[in-house]
T-cell receptor, first 108, second 114 residues
């Protein structure tokens, strides 16, 4: 079973839409959780960490459900510049495990 | 500026010709790792290093070697590259600490083996 699983999409949404991504992880000993953004042919960059209490950064909200072992990312008021691949990641003892990524295209 | 630097960015080589991809970080991180990224398979870890002179296999180590003689450098070595090693490679350096852990990636090396 994969450590981290995500729906690969693609998600094609109009500008201004709200879109949600989910991700599940298999190891309950996972310690910290993240969403990374990856633009085409570039390196992944940290979008936000994910905490059990939920956290928000502008139009982005991340949630963690430890009991169900899933992580979510909500993007409100989508912009064209949000088009990218979003990677879910978990960390356990400094080892990072990544999902395959979910592709998002925001359409004018 | 915190950086992970990989070289080269692009490389086309022939089967069997040894190559090295360099990776250097300026953040004094102890933990570094190498990933390859292939369509539909995501980022898969090749090797990682918890500290100088400490390296370990990741999920897909076959055909690769690494070394960690000093903290800042973590080169990836392909002794005899084969076409199935054509991929996009990323080096990452991880900041320590619970809650403060973050993986910083190099810009990637696109390798083609013909």
């Amino acid at each position: 079973r994969k450590e981290v699983e995500q729906d690969p999409g693609p998600f094609n949404v109009p500008e201004g839409a709200t879109v949600a991504f989910n991700c599940t992880y298999s190891n309950s000993a996972s310690q910290s959780f993240f969403w990374y953004r990856q633009d085409c042919r570039k390196e992944p960059k940290l979008l936000m960490s994910v905490y059990s209490s939920g956290n928000e950064d502008g139009r982005f909200t991340a949630q963690l459900n430890r009991a169900s072992q899933y992580i979510s990312l909500l993007i409100r008021d989508s912009k064209l510049s949000d088009s990218a691949t979003y990677l879910c990641a978990v960390n356990r003892n400094n080892q990072f495990y990544f999902g395959t990524g979910t592709s998002l295209t925001v359409i004018p | 500026e915190a950086q992970v630097t990989q070289n080269p960015r692009y490389l086309i080589t022939v089967t069997g010709k040894k190559l090295t991809v360099t990776c250097s970080q300026n953040m004094n991180h102890e933990y570094m790792s190498w990933y390859r990224q292939d369509p539909g398979l995501g980022l898969r870890q090749i090797y990682y290093s918890m500290n100088v002179e400490v390296t370990d296999k990741g999920d897909v180590p076959e055909g690769y070697k690494v070394s960690r003689k000093e903290k800042r450098n973590f080169p990836l070595i392909l002794e005899s590259p084969s076409p199935n090693q054509t991929s996009l490679y990323f080096c990452a350096s991880v900041s320590p600490g619970q809650g403060g852990t973050e993986a910083f990636f190099g810009q990637g090396t696109r390798l083609t083996v013909v």
